[in-house]
């Protein structure tokens, strides 16, 4: 698949994609077929909705996983201060859990979004990934330098998994079925970016009274 074919499957499909969190007391369905994605993002840029992407190796159904505010002003959280405290540089961030159809996946990328703006990254990743029903996968923190020239998929469990376990009630009971691997870090994650106009804009029109 090329990499503009690639670009603009994620396009179609991730609108259609829901992402959202689960609510702070999820529980699973005792004949459910889901699990729990978790991790968390992190950014020294400025205010966006930024995404890890992943795909379902069968379906190839896009899946993301997300955290910020794409417009101004903010109508959901644009920083958890409990995740970038202390942090060097300056950075914005929060976690995310994310229920999920049980199966193989595979991380391909990211995504972001700024208002009308939406950046993808290039290079297809293909880091695989198992999500088991009634158990959580930790896929890590996903960093953004301040001009997205370092982005790094990389461990950052010990200060995560606290955090993630106080937010949200179901992972103190749902065991870890997968993490990334502990102290592991990939350097220059995406590679190149590409920029462009996410979808339409539509602008309103109203008579002229005469």
């Known amino acids: 698949m090329t990499s503009l074919r690639f670009l603009f499957i994620c396009g179609l499909v991730s609108l259609l994609c829901a992402c959202a969190n689960v609510s702070r007391d999820f529980k699973f369905k005792p004949d459910g077929s889901t699990g729990l994605v978790v991790g968390s993002i992190s950014y020294e840029s400025g205010l966006g909705k930024y995404f890890l992407v992943a795909q379902n190796v069968e379906t190839l159904k896009i899946v993301e996983f997300g955290f910020g505010c794409s417009i101004f002003p903010c109508l959901a959280p644009a920083n958890d201060t409990v995740y970038s405290a202390n942090e060097v ?61 370092a982005v790094q998929l990389r461990d950052k469990s010990e200060r995560d998994l606290p955090l993630l376990r106080a937010e949200f009630s179901a992972l103190n009971t749902a065991p870890f079925a997968y993490t990334i691997a502990p102290s592991s870090k990939v350097e220059g994650f995406g590679g190149e970016y590409q920029r462009g106009i996410e979808g339409q804009i539509f602008i309103p029109f109203v008579p002229i009274k005469r």
Do not use: C
């Open 89 to 149: 540089p300056k950075q914005r961030g929060g976690g995310y859990a994310v229920e999920v159809e049980e199966g193989q996946y595979r991380i391909v990328g990211w995504h972001v979004v700024q208002g009308y703006m939406n950046a993808r990254s290039k290079r297809r990743t293909d880091i695989r990934f198992t999500v088991e029903r009634g158990k959580a996968s930790y896929l890590g923190n996903l960093y953004f330098d301040s001009e997205w020239e």
